[in-house]
């Protein structure tokens, strides 16, 4: 791809995801194990588990994120989001902030 195409894209491609975020080290991790085991790739349940479990904000929403585009987020989350399948739960991924359980609910290419 050239520097032209690359940049296009970095433009026009967008994501939408939903997350769980948990602080903490390997028990932060272990729960995310956990509850991605009960949730399985469902979103309804996602949700419900971002209401439940979620440090941030956006659990207000069942971890709904929004639309984003490339670089919006930390380089470990959209490395996620922009490169993995759409409608799977991924994850526990570290970042700077804790551990996140990542649902991309969309992403145009």
Known sequence: MDDVSKLFKAFTQK????????????????????????????PVKFAEAAGQYSACPSSAKGGALGQFG???????????????????????????????????TDRTD
Request: charged content about 25%.
């Open 70 to 104: 490339p670089g919006q987020m930390v380089k470990e989350f959209n490395d996620v989001v922009f490169n993995d399948e759409v409608g799977v739960v991924h994850g526990p991924i570290k970042t700077q902030f804790g551990y996140h359980l990542i649902l991309i």
């Open 15 to 42: 994501a939408s995801a939903s997350h769980i975020l948990i602080k903490g080290g390997a028990e932060a991790e272990d729960k995310l194990n956990e509850i991605k085991a009960d949730i399985g790739n469902d």
